[in-house]
């Protein structure tokens, strides 16, 4: 079975200060898909990336980067200069290929501080 | 491109009576829908998986004659909590899948909010 490990639940930071949320999987398959979801206070899901398992290359999308480590299983997503914009749930999540369910983590909750 | 939409997005009712919620794929064909429940400060919970003109697949422990879900077109699924008690309350989420597998990508409605009284 699959599964993933938000181990912070909440993490307060003062704006413009980076933040990093760590995600840690499990899984017997080679090929997976990770992704990072934002959900607001409004409550919807905001996509933010997918990877799959053999594309281990860092990806930057402005603020937002993540770092993909096979090794230790983890996909980790850093938010640099936080706002106050950022204050969210984060949620990590793993699919097996040719599968669509998902597996998610329980979420980081990041409260930005202004 | 890929958007989904959830009709009710909040719904009170009295405990002992149903409520349908609807999930729609408005430009896209959705060869699957999954429901998702979540509670307060907690993970999304995956419900059930349900495929176009097919019976949905419930994952272990959610009740199927608690929780009618019903996949009539590509566009359209729909979860009928039936009977709902305070217990039901929750935030229901649906999201939908192209039918890429090699994709793996969900589109997610805005949920809708249940309270029961």
New interface residues.
Partial sequence: AQKVTQAQTEISVVEKEDVTLDCVYETRDTTYYLFWYKQPPSGELVFLIRRNSFDEQNEISGRYSWNFQKSTSSFNFTITASQVVDSAVYFCALSLYGNNRLAFGKGNQVVVIP | GAVVSQHPSWVICKSGTSVKIECRSLDFQAT?M?WYRQFP??????MA?SNEGSKATYEQGVEKDKFLINHASLTLSTLTVTSAHPEDSS?Y?C?A?RGS???????????T?LTVL
């Fill in positions: 699957t999954f400060k907690q993970s999304l919970m995956l998986t935030f989420i999201s899948s597998p090699d994709h793996n990508e969900q589109f997610f409605g805005p949920g909010r």
